[in-house]
């Protein structure tokens, strides 16, 4: 069975997508419903971030993932190589980054997303 990611809309209705990007089958949406129910019952929270794509470098090794969060509502970049730099105008984070950020505000996470999407290559700095 193909994995799916699964999550709730802001009015409760049931959002899931395949990862292979195919059309969801019957049996994927009966899937999609057990997995919300048992996450529910396990009070397991949704997920809120999805990894698009992997980007590796020539021996295979993670260079960095294309990552769609939900909390920023936009597609980035998480890079593990400093030389990473992607040329679509998403925004890159660096491990180092997502630590700095831990005791933000959402307010102020969305805040800095914003302003990473304005000044490319911008690093948030204690």
């Known amino acids: 069975m193909p994995s799916l990611d699964v999550k709730r809309s802001e009015d409760g209705r049931l959002i899931a997508r395949r990862h292979d990007g195919k059309s969801l089958t019957a049996a994927d949406r009966e899937q999609a419903r057990i997995m919300v129910q ?4 396990e009070n397991v929270p949704a997920p809120r971030a999805w990894v698009i794509e992997e980007i590796l470098d020539s021996e295979g090794r993670v260079r960095a993932l294309k990552i769609c969060s939900a ?6 970049y998480l890079a593990f190589d400093p030389s990473f730099e992607p040329r679509d105008g998403l925004a890159i984070y660096y491990p180092e980054e997502i630590e700095r950020m831990r ?7 969305r805040e800095i997303h914003k302003w990473k999407l304005t000044f490319p290559g911008a690093r948030v700095i204690h």
């Open 38 to 41: 048992t996450s529910a019952k």
């Open 71 to 76: 909390f920023v509502e936009d597609h980035l």
């Open 103 to 109: 005791d933000r505000s959402p307010e102020r996470i």
